[in-house]
């Protein structure tokens, strides 16, 4: 490896023209065959974008990977774009907003700070289900949505004419992951690299955990923090450890009637009890070659669900079969092709990599499956929502006037990118409608029904297929194209679920194509989800009743009196097959994209045009935030803190900082109204994230959390320990800022599990959390605490809040002085009770490279970015 010649570029003649591509074979020499897909598109990424010797130890560390199929060497890793939602865009551009004042306040041009690669915004997020079962319901939401959302749609626009490389979707253009299946990604792309043309593979980050979606057809890429994108924004590169790989082989072929959702639980589920943490997956195997690029989406799709970073399928005839059918060109298919066969990044089914460890799955032994109630990875066969439901021991308190049953379906949910990106479930959805249509089987009126397809153009293929006029009969019309239910945007819930729930005479139960089914995940009232496809859904929709074992008792009683049973709606593969056929044009894809990005509401809504944007003081949706600004602060150092909060295992970013409608009753409403906002019009707290003085507030604000410091406290509320009173959280906070007190967070397994939520650390940081204590992170999360200057520490195996015992007055002192800190090194922490007893606590830091040293000594990446832009313009540090 000493010899650099190498690395020079291969050349691949395509077309006509010479490219330069990165010549892999010759710099892996004998081991090429035996290194896993995602390590080959890393080595090709640090051979072409590092120089030098730091180049040189990189691959030699990814080479030597192969010895034992695991590495403590850091890579630096350089995307080529990134993707946003409105609700993480919107944060991270107020940030940028307010770097551009930051510096124009510091004499420097704020001019000069723009992204220096391609942000693609979709705005997805906020749609909600107001309107259903109706016509016109999907043009309704969408008015909802802007109205609601005029101040902060402006901004996003006044971002994208201000800012270089920034690009917005506009509402009613789907949902992000399925438009960058559809229209972003190109797999592999051209670019000029000091004259000469080059082909490299198309990778890229997004600031939603469900990212590595576009893994299925081959584009490297997964979930990071909005903080995290920010640094790769503004030109640094994310580093990483070499990952663990954990190969996934498949095997034989999916059993008629069993569709990618069901292979997407299963490998769920499998994959948790590996206890998968953050490593990458690979799928490998004759199965492969089975499945769909569609297919292969919806299981790349749940990768945090699985608890990794990525679930990586190479590219093959299938991927190419896909571009084709979302209207690539001839020339763009044929260049994927070319180059991943050239380099050797192309799948072959009797491959055998080293993998870090390998499990295996027989497609044919895979059934149809639901997972809940609470968790994705709980997985059951569709028969056992009974007894799944009946082991809650929910006892009715007698029968409620309209007859709901112990479970009702309050939602019936074709949601999420994760089972609408693929034309085949839906398409499997609306034969199963056309079925039940055709025998009169109608919902229940206690169930709202939905339908937000990822992609406009599957309006198009479900109507020229004949099925979406069935959809609508049986009340699953399009209500949009957007998250939805997913991300909780589910409206009201209808009358007699509320009554009965109410009364305790019902649990209701959520029912959705979702991904994530954590209790208030998909509505603050409902602590039970059904995750599971689309057709079963219909199913359990037409049912009404979450407990009907749907594989032995009749769906409906038919108009005429008979019973009607699931395997009487089922649609069979060929069925699904014949009406894809008739569904399917190419072009209908970049057609309905482009339609719905004229969208004239969005067109209609004006923006400033100025460098700075100018702030408006009365505004509840975007304020200046506090933390971005050069004298942020370092949080590291020496000190005594008294605990914020205390909680347990599986505290999601969800319970730190909801996305969920703002509860008219709380005092996160009251504070908006008196500032002017109408209480029956506060919108999801999502939509705030552009005001730092409402989501600082709404830290913590979940039904659902815990707080070990005194059990049963109001919610987002906690234990002032000096003075004994129980006041909101922001409030106590304020109290000990105010003294110079310091606090702390301890918590159990998982924390931060869930979304991407950059807000669910910033909102920490407003707190005055300084550091997080746990016994593990979820890894966006740990990564978005360091992106704001709060240091994440492991606690020692065998300690946990449980263990840990914290009485009224104990206090925690933590000794995490910065020039001391290094990725994973030990951190002393000292229990100090109130009697006066120390118990040392030998924590380590959850710190994984030195780029995260250096984020937490300049306070975080915002004082970082700014340190760096004044310096490029020839000024001082100033921090
Ligand atoms: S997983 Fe749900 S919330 Fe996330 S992008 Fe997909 S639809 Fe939206």
Redesign the pocket.
């Known amino acids: 490896m000493e010899n650099t010649q190498v690395f020079l570029p291969d050349v691949l003649s395509l077309d006509g023209q010479a490219y330069a591509v990165v010549d892999l074979r010759a710099a892996c020499g004998p081991q090429f065959e035996r290194l896993p897909v995602v390590l080959r598109l890393l080595l090709e990424n640090v051979i072409r974008n590092m120089q030098g010797d730091e180049r040189d130890l990189a691959v030699r560390a990814i080479l030597a990977w192969l010895d034992s199929g695991s590495s403590e060497q850091e890579i630096a890793f350089q995307p080529g774009r990134v993707l946003m939602?409105d609700t993480t865009s919107t944060p991270a551009l107020v940030d940028v907003a307010a770097m551009r004042d930051a510096l124009a306040e510091a004499g420097v041009d704020p001019t000069v700070l723009n992204p220096g690669l391609q942000v693609d915004v979709s705005v997805?997020?906020s749609l909600a289900v107001e309107a259903y079962a109706r016509a016109g319901s999907a043009s309704e939401n969408l008015q909802h949505e802007i109205r609601r959302n005029a101040e902060r749609y402006r901004f996003l626009r006044w971002a994208s004419s201000v800012l270089k490389g920034v690009r917005i979707n506009p509402p009613g253009t789907g949902?992000?992951?399925?438009i960058n299946l559809e229209q972003l990604a190109t797999v592999v792309n051209t670019e000029q690299r000091a004259g000469q043309a080059w082909l490299v593979p198309d990778m890229m980050i997004g600031t939603?955990?469900?990212t590595p979606?576009v893994n299925g057809i081959g584009v490297l890429g997964w979930g990071v923090g909005g903080l995290e994108a920010q640094t790769v924004m503004f030109g640094m590169p994310t580093m990483l450890r070499i990952p663990d790989v954990i190969g996934v082989k498949l095997m034989g072929r999916l059993s008629p009637g069993v569709l990618a959702t069901d292979l997407a639980l299963t490998v769920t589920q499998r994959l948790r009890q590996v206890g998968v943490t953050g490593e990458f997956v690979e799928f490998y195997g004759p199965g492969v070659s089975t499945l769909s690029a569609g297919d292969r989406a919806v299981v790349a799709?749940m990768a945090p669900e699985y608890g990794a970073t990525t679930g990586y399928f190479p590219v093959d005839g299938a991927t190419l079969e896909y571009l084709r059918m979302t209207g690539r060109t001839q020339q763009a298919v044929e260049r994927v092709e070319c180059y991943m066969r050239y380099t050797g990044l192309w799948f072959k089914p009797d491959a055998q990599p080293r993998y870090t460890q390998s499990i295996e799955i027989d497609l044919a032994q895979i059934g149809m499956h639901v997972a809940g109630p609470r968790r994705p990875q709980d997985l059951l066969d569709f028969s056992q929502t009974e007894a799944a439901l009946d082991q809650l021991g929910f006892e009715p308190k007698g029968t409620s006037e309209g007859e709901l049953p112990r479970h009702p379906v309050a939602l019936a949910a074709i949601?999420?990118?994760?089972n609408?990106s693929d034309p085949a479930l839906l398409i499997a959805a609306g034969l199963l409608a056309r079925k039940a249509r055709a025998l009169g089987l109608q919902v229940p009126h206690w169930v709202k029904t939905s339908m937000a397809p990822?992609s406009p153009a599957a309006a198009s293929y479900l109507q020229r297929a004949g099925l979406l006029e069935d959809l609508e009969a049986v009340g699953f019309g399009i209500v949009g194209f957007?998250?939805?239910t997913?991300?909780g945007n589910s409206g009201p819930l209808t009358a007699p679920v509320v009554q009965a729930q109410q009364a305790g005479q019902s649990l209701a139960v959520a029912i959705l194509s979702?991904?994530?089914n954590f209790p208030g995940r998909v509505h603050p009232d409902l602590e039970l989800s059904f995750i599971m496809s689309p057709p079963l859904v219909i199913a359990f929709g037409l049912a009404g009743d979450a407990q009907r074992n749907l594989a032995v008792e009749p769906v409906q009683i038919a108009v005429d009196g008979q019973p009607v049973y699931l395997n009487d709606l089922w649609p069979t593969h060929e069925e699904i097959a014949a009406h894809l056929a008739l569904g399917l044009q190419p072009q209908d894809f970049r057609r309905e994209f482009e339609l719905a990005s004229a969208n004239p509401l969005w067109q209609a809504l004006e923006a400033p045009q100025s460098a700075r944007f100018p702030w408006d003081e009365k505004s509840t949706i975007l304020r200046r935030p506090p933390f971005a600004a050069l004298d942020a602060g370092s949080q590291l150092g020496h000190f005594t803190a008294y605990p914020l909060l205390v909680v347990g295992d599986d505290v999601t970013t969800d319970h730190i900082s909801p996305a969920s409608a703002i509860p008219p009753d709380s005092l996160v409403a009251d504070f908006l109204v008196e500032r002017g906002d109408d209480r029956n019009d506060l919108n999801v707290f999502a939509s705030r994230r552009g005001n730092w003085e409402v989501m600082m507030r709404a830290a913590f604000h979940s039904k659902t959390l815990v707080n070990w410091l005194r059990p049963g406290m109001p919610v987002a509320h906690t234990l002032h320990i000096p003075s004994g009173e129980v006041q909101p959280i922001w409030d106590v906070a304020a109290r000990y800022r105010e003294a110079g007190q310091p606090v702390v967070l301890v918590a159990g397994e998982r924390y931060g599990m869930g979304?991407s939520r950059d807000w669910a650390a910033k909102g920490q940081r407003l707190l005055g959390i300084r550091v997080v204590l746990a016994v593990s992170f979820e890894r966006i999360h740990r990564s978005n605490l360091i992106g704001m200057g709060i240091l994440p520490l492991r606690l020692p195996a065998g300690v946990s809040p449980q263990t840990l015992q914290i009485q009224l007055g104990d206090q925690i002192e933590v000794l995490a002085d910065a020039s001391s800190l290094s990725p994973r090194c030990k951190v002393q922490v000292k229990l100090r009770r109130a009697s006066g007893e120390v118990e040392p606590i030998e924590a380590s830091a959850a710190v994984e490279t030195q780029l995260e040293v250096e984020l937490l000594r300049a306070g975080g990446v915002i004082p970082s970015i700014l340190q760096q832009t004044i310096r490029a313009q020839g000024g001082g540090t100033q921090a």
């Open positions: 939602h997805d997020h949902i992000m992951h399925t939603d955990s469900h979606m799709n949601t999420s990118c994760t609408t990822g957007g998250c939805t997913c991300i979702g991904n994530r979304s």
